[in-house]
């Protein structure tokens, strides 16, 4: 019986087979040389399940450094109307109408960033609706490891023996914290541009400055 249903296992997509293929850096890597994607998503909602992605914004970290020439915003036509979410992102139906399908915004992710490190602010969102998208696309997601530059700031501030409070780790105070510049909309591009900054500072001001992505991974899972 367990051989029947092994070998009338549903194909693995491609996509999402050669991201697998492709694994993070080892636990003892130096985060200098790491290579980072830090994602922003905007969408029609806060449920994956049934909501949609409407943007994406993407920034790479290559050496620590932000690699600006790498950087992608891209428009995502959802199957629904973006409703009363547009006052949120500011994205009406008229402007996604020549959107992108996400099934192709989705293969570019995967095909150039398998291997890199993703990274988000309050990444559990970016990670929930990755992994519906490829549910929903290829009949199975891989497992999206992030780091959170939420968890990351409020281990920061535990340390400094700081009373922590939930207003406290939205990105706008955050950055505010790291005297960084941010903006008053939610933009994808920008917002993950703001929180690749953050990143940044963040490392900067860790007191281990040969931090592995082990350690890293660690302070990010709280």
Known sequence: ??????????????????????????????????????????????????????????????HQEINLAKAQHLLVKPPVSVGQSAVFHGLHDKDLSKAQDLADVMTELLQHYAGAVFVAHHASIEQKFLTMACQRLYGRSPKFKFIDTM????????????????????????????????????????????????????LKKSRNHQMTLGELTALSRG
Do not use: Y
Request: one cysteine or more; glycine letters at 4%.
């Open 1 to 62: 019986m367990f051989g029947w249903l092994k070998l009338h296992k549903e194909p693995v997509n491609a996509v999402v087979q050669q991201f697998e293929a492709v694994a993070w850096p080892a636990a003892d890597t130096p985060v200098s040389q790491c290579r980072f994607l830090v994602l922003d998503l905007e969408t029609t909602g806060l449920d994956a399940k049934n909501d949609h992605i409407v943007s994406l914004g993407w920034v790479v970290i290559e």
């Open 151 to 202: 968890q990351l700031e409020w281990q920061r501030l535990l340390n400094r023996g700081k009373v922590v409070h939930q207003r406290d780790l939205r990105l706008p105070a955050c950055l505010s914290r790291h005297h960084l510049p941010h903006n008053q909309h939610h933009h994808a591009l920008e917002d993950a541009f703001s929180c690749a900054l953050l990143l940044l500072s963040q």
